[in-house]
């Protein structure tokens, strides 16, 4: 079974930057698509980043100019890039590998914290 294991949240001020990894335990290049979510205190789950196979990207409209999605296939990684962090970012930050219906893969998260 595949593994996903997210890293790289924390406790940041307004304005800080962080690079969240999510290390595949197997190869990326097999997902149609890997993809960050986030659910924070009393919201629902929503779609934060996706790059699919063909390296298309998808971003939510919260988001745009702000993060970057990007694969590393040699480390089985996938990253998410978050400069100029606000509150309203404060999250479980969740990755996700996705082919079809019988494989996908979810991580448990890594939380990221924006607050002063």
């Known amino acids: 079974q595949v593994q996903l294991v997210e890293s790289g949240g924390g406790l940041v001020q307004p304005g800080a930057s962080l690079r969240l990894s999510c290390v595949v335990s197997?190869?990326?290049?097999?997902?149609?698509?890997l993809g960050w979510y986030r659910q924070a205190p009393g919201n629902e789950r929503e779609l934060v980043a996706r790059?699919?196979?063909?390296?298309?990207?998808y971003y939510a409209d919260s988001v745009k100019g702000r993060f970057t999605i990007s694969r590393d296939n040699a480390k089985n990684t996938v990253y998410l890039q978050m400069y100029s962090l606000r509150p309203e970012d404060t999250a479980v930050y969740s990755c996700?590998?996705?082919?079809?219906?019988?494989?996908?893969?979810w991580g448990q998260g890594t939380q990221v914290t924006v607050s002063s």
């Open positions: 197997g190869s990326i290049s097999s997902f149609s698509y």
């Open positions: 996700r590998a996705f082919k079809d219906a019988f494989a996908d893969y």
């Open positions: 790059i699919a196979d063909g390296s298309s990207t």
